[in-house]
């Protein structure tokens, strides 16, 4: 016989920056696989220096980094270890971002902008990576700017059992905090059986980040428990005022369920001084001791994000843990 069969055994290898690495050892132990061992470290003038300590050839290489503040630190991080593993002769790279960084900005509002989340894509193509796995994408069209597949997990679920358990369903409607989170409303509403839906009209200061003033509640909700849903809570300001509009209108209980955590600045203040009676995150971003308060509950992504790589690692399908949806 000529020529060299190769052992054709695929493995996987599963690699965490330094931004969150209690998330990536839980879902490490959820596959059952160690962390590869990597030595990464700052030089004095802020570069960053990455090197595996085994051999990485012919891999399935997953890695993991949560965008988290300092953000361009963990995102150049994730590009070294890419670029890293491309130079190593990786068989294939799947870049796991639970929170994807720059997502929010996705188009030009006004002339002379940056599409910044469409630069991330490029920049991880351009690194090295085949594929993209994240959770609650700001905008679903955003998968379109990534040329590879794009596995986008929904922690709906996660979510949606957590207040399953503990609401009166009949009593219950979902709110979107602006119009751009009605789909998601949609399918909050569905998952709790048809729920009623309300949306708060809002309206931005352009020239002002992170600047809301509310306006309208359209859809019923006095005397009803509130659900207020979004995939992020960075400063709270949206939420906080969304829940006093709502208490406003007559709503006898509000709740807030997102996906990520960003929870800057005062965030962590405007939320335990609202009225609003329990915020539910998942810890896709680490969300360290002194910004955890009495109505948070933090509830762990890592089972999902363990079961989507063990689904493209074993080439099955990941839109089949969400219905169809993606």
């Given at each position: 016989?000529?020529?060299?069969?190769?052992?054709?055994?695929?493995?996987?290898?599963?690699?965490?920056?330094?931004?969150?690495?209690?998330?990536?050892?839980?879902?490490?132990?959820?596959?059952?696989?160690?962390l590869t061992p990597t030595s990464a470290?700052?030089?004095?003038?802020?570069?960053?220096?990455?090197?595996?300590?085994?051999?990485?050839?012919?891999?399935?290489?997953?890695?993991?980094?949560?965008?988290?503040?300092?953000?361009?630190?963990?995102?150049?991080?994730?590009?070294?270890?890419?670029?890293?593993?491309?130079?190593?002769?990786?068989?294939?790279?799947?870049?796991?971002?639970?929170?994807?960084?720059?997502?929010?900005?996705?188009?030009?509002?006004?002339?002379?902008?940056?599409?910044?989340?469409?630069?991330?894509?490029?920049?991880?193509?351009?690194?090295?990576?085949?594929?993209?796995?994240?959770?609650?994408?700001?905008?679903?069209?955003?998968?379109?700017?990534?040329?590879?597949?794009?596995?986008?997990?929904?922690?709906?679920?996660?979510?949606?059992?957590?207040?399953?358990?503990?609401?009166?369903?009949?009593?219950?409607?979902?709110?979107?905090?602006?119009?751009?989170?009605?789909?998601?409303?949609?399918?909050?509403?569905?998952?709790?059986?048809?729920?009623?839906?309300?949306?708060?009209?809002?309206?931005?200061?352009?020239?002002?980040?992170?600047?809301?003033?509310?306006?309208?509640?359209?859809?019923?909700?006095?005397?009803?428990?509130?659900?207020?849903?979004?995939?992020?809570?960075?400063?709270?300001?949206?939420?906080?005022?969304?829940?006093d509009a709502l208490f406003d209108n007559?709503?006898?209980?509000?709740?807030?369920?997102?996906?990520?955590?960003?929870?800057?600045?005062?965030?962590?203040?405007?939320?335990?001084?609202?009225?609003?009676?329990?915020?539910?995150?998942?810890?896709?971003?680490?969300?360290?001791?002194?910004?955890?308060?009495?109505?948070?509950?933090?509830?762990?992504?890592?089972?999902?994000?363990?079961?989507?790589?063990?689904?493209?690692?074993?080439?099955?399908?990941?839109?089949?843990?969400?219905?169809?949806?993606?």
């Amino acid at each position: 016989m000529s020529g060299i069969k190769a052992s054709g055994q695929k493995k996987l290898m599963l690699f965490s920056g330094r931004a969150h690495p209690d998330l990536a050892k839980e879902v490490a132990d959820n596959l059952h696989v160690e962390l590869t061992p990597t030595s990464a470290y700052d030089f004095a003038n802020g570069e960053t220096f990455v090197r595996f300590l085994e051999s990485v050839r012919g891999s399935d290489a997953f890695v993991i980094q949560s965008h988290t503040a300092p953000i361009n630190q963990w995102i150049m991080e994730q590009l070294i270890m890419v670029d890293a593993l491309k130079r190593a002769s990786a068989k294939r790279i799947t870049v796991v971002a639970p929170f994807f960084g720059y997502a929010r900005q996705d188009k030009k509002h006004r002339g002379r902008e940056p599409i910044s989340a469409r630069l991330m894509a490029d920049l991880f193509k351009t690194a090295g990576a085949d594929r993209l796995i994240t959770v609650d994408l700001h905008t679903a069209q955003i998968q379109g700017f990534f040329d590879g597949p794009v596995d986008h997990l929904f922690a709906l679920d996660l979510l949606a059992d957590h207040f399953e358990s503990r609401l009166d369903l009949s009593q219950v409607t979902v709110v979107a905090p602006d119009a751009g989170r009605v789909r998601v409303t949609e399918r909050w509403s569905d998952r709790l059986g048809g729920v009623p839906m309300a949306i708060i009209h809002k309206k931005r200061d352009p020239d002002v980040a992170n600047e809301v003033k509310v306006f309208d509640v359209v859809g019923e909700v006095k005397g009803r428990t509130c659900v207020i849903v979004d995939d992020m809570i960075d400063t709270g300001g949206t939420i906080v005022k969304a829940a006093d509009a709502l208490f406003d209108n007559g709503a006898s209980k509000v709740v807030v369920a997102a996906t990520h955590g960003v929870l800057s600045g005062p965030a962590v203040d405007r939320l335990k001084n609202s009225r609003i009676s329990e915020v539910v995150l998942t810890n896709t971003l680490p969300i360290p001791e002194e910004k955890q308060f009495d109505k948070l509950t933090v509830l762990s992504i890592a089972p999902l994000v363990a079961r989507a790589i063990n689904e493209v690692f074993s080439d099955g399908s990941v839109t089949s843990l969400f219905g169809g949806h993606s």
